[in-house]
């Protein structure tokens, strides 16, 4: 049996953090489905900036969505949503089969809102109607100013994955904003049925620190901050707060394990893989980390619900100098930067691709 079905047997979804239209046409992403498990997709704007910079794929589209007079920003998510409605197709089997609680996909808003609440909602509500798909989610950074907006979209009955979250606290932030928003829908008389997913991003803190701390500290503190959030993620699923509104018929905000593809090169390709194999959550995985796991891969110790020795772990790094806290926010405002440079980025390529093909 493949590791990645031990994974998903195990109980956690295994999500492809990749989507092109090639993968799509090639039959590749069915087969990731029927061979290696997966069921789910993330997309963001560095994705979809490789994917349509590098290649002909959309260039038809592309042309033609922009000699119509669209901007750069409309006919991109014109693209976006249809490869993303036939990947939810894809996995409108296993949104059946596991009572809707698998078979998302995720498109972002633009990254330039991420510190703009009133507009994220109504770019998200806007996008999330275009893509008419009941499997779909709509990503907004879990910023301070996006947790408002994940409030409310929650509220307007958006499926909401949160972005960008490096941290304990932010998982909280995100999880606080979540029944928020459902709790409201509660008390306006509507269903609580409004998913979300968390998503953790863990590999950054090792990039961040490999080079600041001792070597036998090299490649823990993804880990550890995971450890640490999953521990905080299974205390909300067990609060008073929460069971309250799972008795009204809401479904959990499932905590999803992101950026796991592995930055050191000294280190194993499967790491985080490795590290997280928690039940009930999801890990999304880059394509190359994804088929590595599958050829090499194994499933050993299940995550720790107690978050094991995460905090041992932690404080060995702040002796070491790291300001965890710090760190975080940093991590944070870096993330929704290089979101936002990947994002222009592409705009741009769309506007010189498109004026070269007239």
Not at 104 to 117: F, G, H, N, Q, R
Not at 152 to 169: P, Q, Y
Request: charged content about 25%; some cysteine.
């Amino acid at each position: 049996m493949k590791a990645t079905q031990q994974l998903h047997d195990l109980g956690q979804s295994l999500w492809l953090d990749n989507i092109t239209r090639p993968m799509l046409d090639s039959g590749t992403l069915k087969r990731y489905i029927d061979e290696l498990s997966i069921t789910g997709l993330t997309s963001n704007p560095t994705i979809f900036d490789h994917a349509m910079s590098r290649g002909a794929a959309y260039d038809d589209d592309m042309a033609s969505l922009m000699s119509k007079g669209l901007s750069a920003e409309d006919a991109f998510f014109e693209m976006a949503i249809d490869d993303l409605r036939r990947a939810a197709d894809l996995f409108a089997p296993v949104y059946q089969r596991t009572a809707t609680v698998d078979g998302y996909v995720s498109l972002e808003v633009s990254p330039l809102l991420a510190y703009d609440t009133k507009t994220t909602v109504e770019v998200a509500q806007m996008l999330y109607q275009k893509a008419a798909r009941p499997n779909f989610f709509i990503k907004i950074p879990g910023t301070p100013e996006g947790r408002i907006a994940i409030e409310e979209s929650i509220f307007s009955g958006v499926s909401i994955n949160v972005t960008l979250l490096f941290s304990r606290e932010h998982y909280l932030g995100a999880a606080d904003a979540y029944m928020r928003g459902l709790e409201r829908r509660v008390q306006a008389g509507l269903s609580p049925d409004v998913r979300s997913v968390a998503s953790l991003f863990v590999s950054r803190w090792d990039k961040a620190t490999m080079d600041k701390v001792p070597s036998e500290l090299r490649n823990k503190l993804g880990t550890a901050v995971g450890q640490q959030t999953y521990k905080a993620y299974r205390e909300v699923l067990n609060s008073d707060r929460w069971q309250r509104l799972e008795g009204l018929g809401a479904r959990p905000q499932r905590l999803l394990f992101a950026s796991t593809g592995t930055k050191d090169p000294k280190a194993s390709d499967v790491l985080y893989i490795d590290a997280f194999a928690a039940p009930n959550t999801i890990d999304t995985m880059p394509e190359e980390t994804l088929l590595a796991f599958a050829d090499h891969g194994s499933v050993g110790n299940v995550t720790p619900r107690d978050g094991g020795n995460c905090e041992e772990v932690l404080v060995d790094f702040t002796r070491a100098g790291i300001d965890v806290a710090k760190l975080a926010a940093d991590l944070q405002s870096q993330g929704a930067k290089a979101f936002s440079d990947s994002w222009k980025d592409l705009l741009e390529s769309i506007e010189s691709k498109s004026k070269a093909l007239k």
